[in-house]
Structures are given as C-alpha cells and as structure tokens.
C-alpha cells in the first residue's frame, strides 16, 4: 500500500522568498513521484515528476524537487516566491510496475501556498 | 490537444436523484482515470479504464456508482440515488499509456441537498 503526507496543510512566505514544500511517501515498492499544483475551481496541472535517475527534478514556473529515499522526502522549492505561485498543491505517488509508471496515483492531503507582498 | 473535458461544470441535485458526468478525454489517450475530491483533500481514486476496458475500481465507488467508456472515447460517471455525502469535485483525467502523466480536467463540481 502507498500513502503521501504533505506537512503543513498551509504555508505562507512573502514574495521573493524561499518556497519550500514538504512531502513524504510511504510505498513498499520504488515509486514514482509527481508534484502537482491546483488553482481555484480548476484541475491539477503536473509541475514535475520523479521516475528514476536524477533525483534533482526540475519543473515548470522554477519549481524543482529532490528525491530523497533515505528519508521518503520529496520536498518541492522554489527560490523566489512569485505572486502567481499562489495555489494549493499536491504530492502524489504511483509505483513502479515492470519499469514504469503504473498510471493510478495516491494523493496527499494538499498544501496551500499563500504569498503576501 | 484540447485538453481533458468534463462537463457539466456544476451539477445541483437534490438528495435521491440519479446524475451523469461526462468526461472527454485528450483524443489519442487511451487510459481515463475517475478521481474524487472533497473540500480540504487530495484525490481519491474511483476507477480506471484502458480503452473501453474497466481496470479497476475503488471501494470507493459503492454500488450507486457506475462508469462506463464505450468504444474507448468518452466516459461516464453516474450517481444513483445521490446523498449528501456524494457532495464533491469529481475529476477525470487521461493519459497516453502506462508511465504517461495524467492530464486532469477541470472537474464537475456536485452538490447534493
């Protein structure tokens, strides 16, 4: 069984600061992790994604996440906070299924980022 | 690519009336995931399809709920008999194939009263 706990289910920073979002993953099998962000009354668009060899990831709007299976982290940052990055987002994992992806995705409870001026 | 369609984007329903969800999937995908999620919380899986074929499914998804995908294209989520705890955003999303990211709709908001 797999199951994704984000710390924090609000996090605020003021513009031009440090983003840090927390994640941590339980799965008895490698996993597959993804970040995603949710704006108001939308769906969730993918922000990145970790399948295997580097465990820095990169993703869209300067977001980046490290994989960390010593600690079943992947923990999301951002160096600068921009006002637009205002959302809740989501860690979530799947499991490796012969090399791959699996597809189903467990979610986490969800962080909501706030930026202030 | 147009996108993961959902329609309606809100759905009022009073308790024990039956309603349906669309979802259209980006056109080439052909894996369509059913997701649920209420005020506060991640995601739930409901259910899953490649192709026309449903993979599995949630203890979530109670007898009320059915989903269909027929030759493969759009689906359907139906509630039956709605209650008040049926109340959420329901998600679909698609996907290529096996390792694909899920590309998410927008989601049919429910409210049930």
């Known amino acids: 069984a797999q199951s994704v706990t984000q710390l924090g289910s609000h996090v605020s920073v003021s513009e031009g600061a440090l983003v840090l979002l927390r994640c941590n993953y339980s799965s008895s099998v490698p996993p597959y992790l993804f970040w995603y962000v949710q704006y108001p009354n939308q769906g969730l668009q993918l922000l990145l994604k970790?399948?295997?060899?580097?465990?820095l990831v990169k993703g869209i709007n300067g977001f980046e996440a490290e994989f960390k299976k010593s600690e079943t982290s992947f923990h999301l940052t951002k160096p600068s906070a921009h006002m637009s990055d205002a959302a809740e987002y989501f860690c979530?994992?799947?499991?490796?299924?012969?090399?791959?992806?699996?597809?189903?995705?467990?979610f986490g409870q969800g962080t909501i980022l706030t930026v202030h001026p | 690519d147009t996108g993961v369609s959902q329609n309606p984007r809100h759905k009022i329903t009073k308790r024990g009336q039956n309603v349906t969800f669309r979802c259209d999937p980006i056109s080439e995908h052909n894996r369509l995931y059913w997701y649920r999620q209420t005020l506060g919380q991640g995601p739930e899986f409901l259910t899953y399809?490649?192709?026309?074929?449903?993979?599995?499914k949630s203890r979530l998804l109670s007898d009320r709920f059915s989903a269909e995908r027929p030759k493969g294209s759009f689906s359907t989520l139906e509630i039956q008999r709605t209650e008040q705890g049926d109340s959420a955003m329901y998600l679909c999303?698609?996907?290529?194939?096996?390792?694909?990211?899920?590309?998410f709709g927008n989601g049919t908001r429910l409210t049930v009263t």
């Open positions: 999303a698609s996907s290529l194939a096996m390792g694909s990211p899920l590309h």
């Open positions: 970790y399948t295997t060899g580097a465990t």
């Open positions: 399809f490649q192709n026309e074929a449903q993979l599995e």
């Open positions: 979530a994992v799947s499991y490796n299924a012969g090399g791959t992806s699996y597809g189903k995705l467990t």
